[in-house]
């Protein structure tokens, strides 16, 4: 069983839907990571509709996420604060070609 004591020894590496804080200068920006691979991380700040028009009234995806991007080299800003189980990652269920 890890300890606290051995996660601060441990650098932190963020992963898809986990809910974190960056701490950088005055300011704390905090949200679900978005997009993650081993160089960057894109924190989601926040999302809002897109406003409808001939474009949006069919697409899929009808949300603008305002995406703040954190490289690897600003991870020991970052504070852990909670994970979700994701659609994407394979935590709920696995997509197979009969699903789309």
């Known amino acids: 069983m890890e300890t606290r ?3 601060m020894n ?10 974190v804080k960056l701490y950088k200068g005055n300011m704390i920006h905090e949200g679900w990571v978005y997009y ?4 960057t991380i894109s924190i989601e700040l926040g999302v809002k509709d897109k406003p409808h028009c001939q474009y949006t009234k ?3 995806h009808k949300k603008t996420h305002i995406l703040l991007v954190c490289p690897s080299f600003e991870w020991d800003k ?6 979700r189980r994701g659609f ?3 935590s709920i269920r696995n997509r ?3 699903d789309e």
């Open 78 to 83: 970052l504070e852990y604060v909670k994970s």
């Open 88 to 90: 994407h990652d394979g």
């Open 5 to 7: 004591k051995d996660r």
């Open 96 to 98: 197979t070609d009969d």
């Open 10 to 19: 441990n650098p932190y590496v963020p992963k898809l839907h986990d809910y």
């Open 58 to 60: 069919e697409m899929k």
């Open 36 to 39: 993650a691979d081993h160089e």
